[in-house]
C-alpha cells in the first residue's frame, strides 16, 4: 500500500495540480454543504449545535425526534462523497481525479467553511464514497455495520468497526489501489472518533436509542466558550 500511495503522489507532481485542485475545490464544496443544520431546521428543530452532542451528523438529528430529518441528513451527507467521486470520472486522469475530489468531500464534510470549520464526523460521507468505488463493498462493510449494531448497540463503535474492516475488503475486490485510499480515510474517520473511543473504553458512550444526558446544549456556556 505504501508503494501504491507513493505513486499516486508522484502522478499528482506529474503536472496535474491544476486538475487536482479543481477536484478538491469541487469535492470540498460538495462536503461543506451541512445538511444536518439544514434538515434540522426545515423540521423545526432548531440548531442541531446546540442538540444533544452539538454534532451534525445524522445520529445526532435523530436525537431532535424527527426521523425524515435524520435519514435526509444520513442520506445526503453519504451523497456528497458519492457525487464528488462520480463527477470527476469525467475528467482527465479521472481516476486521480475522482480519489481527490472525495478527500475534498470528507475534508469538506469535517471542515465546512460556512461552519467555522466545525464539521460532522464524516461516517455517511465515507459511506457514499465506499459506494462510489465499489457498491458491493459498500453493502459488506454496511451489513457488518448493522451486525455490529445488533451485537453492541452503540452507532460509535458500530461505524468504527466496520470501517476498520472497508480497507480489507477493498484490497479483497478491488486490489491495493484504492484499498490504500480507504485505509487514508479510516485513519481520518478514527481521528474523528477520539472522544467516542475514550467513551467506549470508559463505558460512557451511549448506546442506540439511548438520549444523551444533556439533551439540549446550554446556550449561555457556547456563548462563553
Not at 481527490?100 to 475534508?107: S, Y
Not at 459488506?140 to 455490529?148: N, Q, S
Not at 477520539?194 to 451511549?206: K, L, S, V
Request: glycine fraction near 12%.
Amino acid at each position: 500500500m505504501i508503494e501504491t500511495l507513493k505513486q499516486f503522489y508522484w502522478e499528482m507532481l506529474g503536472g496535474n495540480w491544476p486538475i487536482a485542485l479543481a477536484a478538491l475545490g469541487l469535492g470540498y464544496l460538495l462536503g461543506s454543504i451541512p445538511f444536518g443544520v439544514i434538515f434540522t431546521r426545515l423540521s423545526g428543530g432548531g440548531d442541531i449545535r446546540k442538540i444533544g452532542s452539538g454534532n451534525i451528523g445524522a445520529t445526532n438529528v435523530l436525537r431532535t425526534g424527527n426521523r425524515w430529518a435524520a435519514a435526509a441528513t444520513l442520506l445526503c451527507d453519504g451523497a456528497k462523497g458519492f457525487l464528488a467521486f462520480w463527477i470527476m470520472l469525467g475528467a482527465p486522469h479521472y481516476w486521480y481525479s475522482a480519489l481527490i475530489a472525495a478527500l475534498g468531500a470528507m475534508l469538506g464534510h469535517l471542515f465546512p467553511f460556512w461552519l467555522r470549520f466545525k464539521g460532522g464526523k464524516g461516517v455517511a460521507t465515507f459511506f457514499g464514497i465506499l459506494f462510489a468505488m465499489s457498491w458491493i463493498a459498500g453493502l459488506l462493510v454496511a451489513a457488518a455495520w448493522a451486525i455490529a449494531a445488533r451485537l453492541w448497540k452503540m452507532s460509535s463503535l458500530s461505524a468504527l468497526v466496520a470501517v476498520a474492516l472497508a480497507p480489507v475488503i477493498m484490497w479483497l475486490l478491488r486490489g491495493s489501489y484504492l484499498a490504500a485510499f480507504t485505509l487514508l480515510l479510516t485513519i481520518i474517520i478514527f481521528l474523528t472518533h477520539r472522544e467516542n473511543i475514550a467513551r467506549i473504553r470508559a463505558g460512557t458512550e451511549p448506546r442506540i436509542g439511548q438520549k444523551p444526558q444533556i439533551e439540549i446544549l446550554d446556550e449561555a456556556a457556547l456563548d462563553e466558550s
